[in-house]
């Protein structure tokens, strides 16, 4: 059974076309929780077009009571400004992306080549000091397993948009087996295995035979559009259930 850590991000992106504060972020982050979510994730970019800094000290107060049980997530590239959400707000897990400032969204995995590992590692370190379980946004590739132990992450978080789009296209297999051999080689080498990204009703149940041992994945951008029809608690149930 994984947790689903709902990601908060498209309904921030919503509120952030208007003035008037609508959708309530806060709202949907208890509506989430209620309808059985065990954790939440906002990724705070620097342009704040959906979560803003603002936004996360709240979530993690609404949180409060519940953690660390339901645990908080807060995904971003490893500068001074994450690190400073993160000791402000000391969320149980950290989520590292290599992602530039300006990216429309994260596609692409640490590769930690000499450069990338020189910048995760000392951030890495200072995460984990501030009691945060530290995970490594990855493609679906073996090789970098044993860079991400060496790195010092407590885990990965294995990239499933190219699964999700071969999945579309009803070619997904190749890429599902290559996605369960890094979760297995994470698994061994004592790394806690997360998957994100284009992840849906559809394509979670191959995803949680190849990976049963999933631990966490975090969902936003399907889910809120599944939502659109179905209703948002109805929705965020219907995930949870599917993560069993």
Known sequence: MARLSVNLNKIALLRNSRRTGVPDLRRFARIALDAGAKGLTVHPRPDERHIRAADVPMLAELMRPDRPAIEFNIEGYPDERLM???????????TLVPDAPDAFTSEEGWKLDPAQAALAAPAI???????????????PDPAVIERARQAGADGVEIYTGAYAAAFRDGGHQ?????????AADAQAAG???????????????????AVPFLAEAS????LTADALEFGFAATVAAYAKALQ
């Open 84 to 94: 400073q959400i993160l000791r402000d707000n000391r969320p149980e897990q950290a």
């Open 125 to 139: 370190a200072a995460m984990k000091a501030l009691g945060c379980r530290v995970i490594l946004f990855i493609d």
């Open 174 to 182: 190749s890429i599902l087996d290559q996605i369960a051999a890094t």
């Open 191 to 209: 790394l806690v295995v997360n998957a994100g990204h284009d992840l849906n009703l559809h394509n979670i149940p191959p995803l949680m035979r």
């Open 219 to 222: 969902i936003g951008h399907e």
